[in-house]
């Protein structure tokens, strides 16, 4: 059992900074790519920021310059840092994960998700 905790979500005026940490527990035996997404009432998730193993990230034009995403491989962790935060940055977060893991059975790839962490941002 795989289990995706986000923190850091929050009220934050416009201009302000957030930071998000998603830790992953459970059966893995290796995290591939990390990320976070984030959704609006009726409308679809949508990429805001990812990084590989290795360290090699890729960002939505819309937050380039003001989100940067890292991650801790020693703590199974994913971080999100927010500045210059927009109203248009209001959304539900969600952090995703690649995990490889092994068992009796053979070995495979599955995509897991947090439950969310609500982000709002006032003008």
């Known amino acids: 059992q795989v289990q995706l905790v986000e923190s850091g979500g929050g009220l934050v005026q416009a201009g302000g900074s957030l930071r998000l940490s998603c830790v992953v527990s459970?059966?893995?035996?290796?995290?591939?790519?990390m990320g976070w997404y984030r959704q609006d009432p009726g409308k679809q998730r949508e990429l805001v920021a990812r990084?590989?193993?290795?360290?090699?990230?890729l960002y939505d034009d819309s937050v380039k310059g003001r989100f940067t995403v890292s991650r801790d491989n020693a703590k199974n962790a994913v971080y999100l840092q927010m500045n210059s935060l927009k109203p248009e940055d209001t959304a539900v977060y969600h952090c995703?994960?690649?995990?490889?893991?092994?068992?009796?059975?053979?070995?495979?790839?599955?995509?897991?998700w947090g439950q969310g962490t609500q982000v709002t941002v006032s003008s």
């Open positions: 990084v590989t193993t290795g360290g090699t990230t």
């Open positions: 995703n994960a690649d995990v490889y893991d092994c068992s009796f059975y053979g070995c495979s790839t599955a995509d897991y």
């Open positions: 459970g059966s893995i035996f290796r995290l591939n790519a």
